[in-house]
């Protein structure tokens, strides 16, 4: 069997008993901040198995991309060298949640195996935990494998734990025998005696108990079964190959590599391993990329740089020239696409990017490996065989060498690199740019608001609808500590149960406003009903409008005579007033009014009005709505690798970082704009739904990577055009946006670029801006706006004719300029004319061109002259052909150079340098007769 048949087989046999065949998560885990990458089958079903996400089955079937490069997983440095180490692999995986158990894992496993895949029953042994005798007796039963072959294990190797807490549960592990294999009879040791003499191939595990913190297990209501099996070992065993890599999912990577070096694979171990290596990382990388990840110099782009680079490490030792491992990922590609059709989809970007790197990485890698060299020289020099950390980390540092790929080139000239050394550079690093780091204090701010939250204190968003509200104040904070009540001048954070305005998220900046008293604590304690009639539960569903009215109609109802203002809504005279200059939201749950007292006292339990500047709020509105436009723009221009990787909505721009991997061209830019203006002017309204996640990002809603999500989402679409989860606030049709216009485009790191946009009525001010500067231009040269460009060619023009003017008038001063009696400063040493004086020009340059012509004129011999300014000295030596054998110009510049405290070099005919020592100009070009006369003889 192939790979594909290998994959699809599992899935349509699972597919027939019962199970849903679910597609394969990124390799980026959605919702799970705790991983790096999804390194295992269950992942994707993590929240399943623990009951926060319902499905509608309680089967499941599954092709997980896994990536191992990290923490306890990293298999990275066995890549290549051993037959079943990988950074990227599939799992194979069946899931039960609640439904079947033990005997029904137990059946479908080894029927698969020896009935499907018709693997030799007689050769396979099974390990499960010691104490479970169910498992034990359903090997014997369902299966009838003997006794023998049944191992009991330990903990370590046969119990599974989601974490120190939670699910767990024994499992039950399927070995091939290895000797039995090649045909020598069992391996009587057994997989717990010899563990290298077997070959683990699936995982069964059981969970069926709940840990608790204080160590103790319970059962499950609902035990569940997790199981994986390596399709890249399965294959291995199915193919009847020794090594994972010699099977055809890898095979034809490595032949690609085999072509491109000319050496055939299994010529020998080195070119092997770096074959092997290549093919491994070109996997891991084209499923990388595909999934969003792009080169970078933190997190996850860190990780794909790594692989990338040692790929092209062992390319060099391939003696590979120029760039190559695109050429494996689209090999990759090639072979993988129809089961993982998102590399097909993003083929394009994806081998654009690796391309970039390999080509940027080339430019470091061999200037990095001469220094390295050099190093090595040095070492053997002082027989020692330890690499110093401070050069480790100069190489990972300047030249883009991560530690592994140090360590890797170090090991093979049998060094080792001194990790403490390295370690203290790169803490060293960390504690000045700490240092240059002010800091916000958002850790300090974030507990004293989880303490708060802690007691109780919740505030609720309920400004989409509208931009005012009433509500209680619940909290107070000044200077990061709870307070009763606010001050005129004090600046607090004031916290309401609810709030029309917007805190910062997603991107989105902050409202800003005007809270004013309506009532005091004191006066709200004569209605001892007032909060149970406005708040009859906790969920406080309803526009912040709706509640505002209801509000003021029970008050309405209530003695108006004692407080006649609530009855309106309206602040009573004399009333405080804040300024909210900013909304945060420290803690999820939170919304925080920040800003100032300007008048009057506050007090917790005070009922207030909210009110959000909404003009401000539009100009957010509109800029929002318009970064979901420009994306889809981009996508549908650009291509579908197009990818959020940051964003800013502000009330006088927006700002969106993207990945691609060029930049703009101007007809991109155009149509990407026009794209956006004729959503704009469709005048498409926008339909915002709040949708079970899994329902949404199956229909395919765009979501922003490595964002948590809750099971419930807001999607906000704009039919055709767009869709995405998000929570800002939007206008009601895209016509509200008025107009958009890209004020600039460029990179702020490999990959990704940045687009720089206003809208609405910053577009209009921006016209007028732009016409009233060219009317300014217009009327200091003398010409209408229309001519403008006309007359700036022209004036360019004439500076292009006065600067050629200009210098061939200095060109002829020159020719013409005897100097400091040039007649005296020629002499003839040992046969050889030598020329030597010092020149004013203002730039090397005109030095270069006035030794051209001096040597010129010489026809045969030596020119030495020089210049100065204030703070450097400049020397040229210019020697004719005839003598450059015999005395080369590079060698007397560099003789000369130590006397201005400078360095030089040059070919034998042009040689030139520089130095700080200016007052020892002249003695340097006297010295140079002396010298030409000592190299002559």
């Not at 029953?121 to 369902?142: C, H, N, P, S, Y």
């Not at 070099?905 to 000592?934: F, I, M, N, R």
């Amino acid at each position: 069997m192939d790979g594909a048949t290998i994959r699809r087989t599992f899935l349509d046999y699972f597919a027939g008993h019962g199970h849903t065949v679910v597609d394969s998560s990124p390799l980026i885990p959605r919702n799970d901040p705790t991983l790096f990458f999804t390194n295992a089958g269950m992942v994707q079903f993590k929240n399943v198995f623990t009951g926060e996400d319902p499905r509608d089955y309680r089967r499941a079937t599954s092709v997980q991309k896994c990536l191992r490069v990290s923490g306890k997983h990293n298999d990275l440095e066995n890549v290549g060298v051993t037959p079943r180490h990988h950074t990227f692999f599939e799992m194979l995986g069946n899931f039960s949640f609640g439904d079947y158990f033990k005997k029904d894992a137990i059946y479908y496993a080894w029927d698969l195996l020896t009935r499907v895949y018709r693997l030799d029953g007689d050769k396979l042994w099974v390990t499960i935990f010691r104490d479970d005798e169910e498992a034990f007796t359903l090997w014997r039963e369902v299966v009838g494998l003997p006794e023998s072959r049944i191992v009991r294990m330990g903990e370590k190797d046969n119990f599974w734990a989601m974490g120190d807490t939670g699910p767990c549960g024994p499992c039950s592990e399927i070995h091939l025998d290895l000797m039995a294999r090649d045909g020598k009879g069992l391996n009587p040791a057994g997989p717990d005696g010899d563990p290298e003499g077997f070959l683990e191939i699936w995982n069964l595990v059981f969970m069926q108990y709940e840990r608790g913190s204080d160590g103790t297990t319970t059962d499950l209501p609902r035990p569940s079964i997790d199981t994986g099996m390596g399709l890249e070992r399965l294959a291995a065993i199915l193919q009847g190959k020794r090594s994972n890599y010699d099977t055809d999912l890898f095979m034809p990577v490595i032949d690609v590599v085999s072509g491109l070096c000319g050496v055939p694979y299994g010529r020998g171990e080195q070119s092997d391993v770096s074959m092997r290596v290549i093919a491994d990382h070109a996997r891991a990388t084209a499923f990388l990329v595909s999934d969003g990840v792009v080169p970078s110099n933190e997190a996850r782009g860190y990780v794909l740089r790594r692989i990338m680079r040692r790929a092209i490490r062992h390319g060099v030792k391939l003696d590979l020239a120029g760039p190559f491992f695109f050429k494996a990922v689209h090999k990759v590609v090639e072979t993988m696409g129809d089961a993982y059709p998102e590399l097909k989809e993003r083929e394009n970007s994806l081998l654009e990017v690796v391309t970039n790197e390999e080509e940027r990485f080339a430019d470091t890698l061999d200037k990095g490996l001469r220094l390295y060299r050099d190093e090595v020289r040095k070492l053997r020099a002082r027989q020692t065989d330890v690499l110093p950390g401070e050069f480790a980390f100069l190489l990972s540092d300047t030249y883009g060498f991560p530690l592994d790929l140090t360590e890797l080139i170090a090991a093979e000239d049998g060094l080792v690199v001194d990790r403490e050394g390295f370690d203290a550079q790169m803490a060293r690093q960390r504690a000045m740019a700490r240092s240059a780091w002010k800091g916000s204090g958002e850790q300090a701010v974030s507990s004293v608001y989880q303490a708060v939250k802690a007691g109780g204190v919740e505030s609720r968003f309920l400004g989409y609808e509208g931009t005012t509200g009433i509500a209680d104040i619940v909290a107070l904070l000044e200077d990061g500590r709870p307070v009763s009540r606010a001050e005129p001048g004090h600046k607090v954070d004031m916290v309401t149960r609810i709030t029309p305005f917007y805190g910062e998220s997603g991107g989105q900046v902050g409202d800003t406003g005007v809270i004013t008293l309506l009532v005091d604590r004191d006066h709200a304690g004569d209605f001892p009903s007032l909060q149970a009639e406005v708040f009859p539960d906790k969920a406080l569903a309803g526009a912040a409008g709706d509640f505002g009215a209801r509000l003021e109609a029970i008050l309405g109802r209530k003695s108006a005579a004692s407080v006649p203002a609530i009855a309106t809504g309206e602040p009573a005279t004399g009333g405080a007033t804040f300024r909210v200059e900013d909304t945060q939201i420290p803690v999820e749950g939170l919304i925080v009014h920040r800003g100032v007292v300007t008048g009057g006292r506050f007090q917790v339990g005070d009922w207030v009005k909210l009110e959000v500047d909404r003009a401000r709020r539009e100009a957010i509105r509109r800029n929002h709505t318009a970064t979901h436009l420009l994306q889809a723009a981009l996508r549908a221009t650009l291509g579908p690798h197009v990818a959020q990787r940051g964003s800013l909505v502000a009330p006088d721009r927006l700002r969106f970082d993207f990945v691609h991997f060029k930049p703009l061209s101007e007809a991109e830019r155009l149509e990407v704009e026009d794209r956006v203006n004729a959503a704009i002017l469709a005048n498409l309204p926008l339909n915002v739904q709040h949708r079970a996640l899994k329902e949404a990002m199956a229909e395919g809603v765009t979501a922003l990577f490595g964002e948590k999500y809750g099971a419930t989402v807001r999607v906000v679409e704009v039919p055709g055009m767009s869709a995405e989860l998000c929570g800002g606030t939007h206008v009601t049709r895209t016509g509200d946006i008025g107009l958009f216009r890209m004020v600039s485009e460029g990179g702020i790191q490999a990959g990704v670029r940045r687009i720089e946009a206003i809208t609405g009525l910053g577009v209009l001010a921006r016209l007028r801006d732009h016409e009233a500067q060219a009317h300014a231009l217009g009327a200091l040269l003398k010409v209408g706006v229309p001519d403008l460009p006309a007359r700036v060619t022209h004036l360019l023009a004439e500076m292009r004719e006065h600067e050629r003017q200009i210098q061939a008038l200095k060109r002829r001063i020159a020719e013409g300029a005897t100097g400091p009696d040039l007649g005296s400063r020629t002499r003839v040493v040992a046969g050889i004319k030598v020329l030597s004086a010092e020149f004013d020009v203002d730039s090397p340059k005109a030095l270069r061109e006035q030794a051209d012509r001096l040597r010129d004129r010489l026809g045969s011999g030596v020119v030495c002259i020089g210049s100065r300014n204030d703070v450097k000295a400049t020397l040229l030596v210019a020697v004719t052909r005839d003598l450059a054998g015999r005395l080369p110009a590079r060698r007397i510049v560099q003789d000369l150079a130590p006397m201005i405290e400078g360095r030089g070099g040059g070919s034998p005919t042009l040689a030139q340098a520089g130095g700080k020592s200016t007052g020892s100009l002249d003695k340097a070009l006297e010295a140079v007769y002396d010298l030409v006369a000592a190299m002559a003889s």
